[in-house]
């Protein structure tokens, strides 16, 4: 595997289900990240990890919890979702969490998330 | 006001014509500007970015940055069937990238 990749890609589930996110880097990057992609509105940050530490969390529902057990791994846990949170959900990495280096992410396929 | 702006499109060019992107940034203090695609499906990739003013070459790729006005570009010369995505533009005004809701190009063969 290379590059960034994201299971599984497409996931349906009702609004009682709980389910979870995988995303894996195999570019020895120190910051991970979650993105929500909705149609015709621009990719929003919801969660920043820097070695393994959340650095970032811009106002993200509780019903969406991230966990980063280590630096290539990174899930998001999804439970009681709406049918509002239907999305394209994408993971990205970067070589750090600041600097010139956090410019240029990696994204995963993401996941096609519907809540019905 | 959005923090990116960018028209969502379509733009449709023939095949070989110039494509020209236009993004315009709230944020004055942004110093930093760059220009992701996304095909159809697939996840965004970093293609170009530009730091100062004026413009930058990366061979059929042209980034052009005016600072006073606010305002970011990206030319495509020679454009293939194959360029056909939506190309996102990005700014990083204080440590966080803020995204466009980027603008699809369609190139007709």
């Known amino acids: 595997e290379t590059g960034v990749t994201q299971t599984p890609r497409h996931l349906v589930m009702g609004m009682t289900n709980k389910k979870s996110l995988k995303c894996e880097q195999h570019l020895g990057h120190n910051a991970m990240y979650w993105y929500k992609q909705s149609a015709k509105k621009p990719l929003e940050l919801m969660f920043v990890y820097s070695l393994e530490e959340r650095v970032e969390n811009n106002s993200v529902p509780s019903r969406f919890s991230p966990e980063c057990p280590n630096s290539s791994h990174l899930f998001l846990h999804l439970h009681t979702l709406q049918p509002e949170d239907s999305a394209l959900y994408l993971c990205a990495s970067s070589q750090e969490a600041s600097g010139i280096a956090y410019n240029e992410q990696f994204f995963g396929p993401g996941t096609r998330l519907t809540v019905l | 006001q959005k923090e990116v702006e960018q028209n969502s499109g379509p733009l449709s060019v023939p095949e070989g014509a110039i494509a020209s992107l236009n993004c315009t940034y709230s944020d004055r203090g942004s110093q930093s500007f760059f220009w992701y695609r996304q095909y159809s499906g697939k996840s965004p990739e970093l293609i170009m970015f530009?730091?100062?003013?004026g413009d930058k070459e990366d061979g059929r790729f042209t980034a052009q940055l005016n600072k006073a006005s606010q305002y970011v570009s990206l030319l495509i010369r020679d454009s293939q069937p194959s360029d056909s995505a939506t190309y996102l533009c990005a700014v990083n005004p204080t440590g966080k990238l803020i995204f466009g809701q980027g603008t699809t190009l369609q190139v007709k063969p």
């Open positions: 530009i730091y100062s003013n």
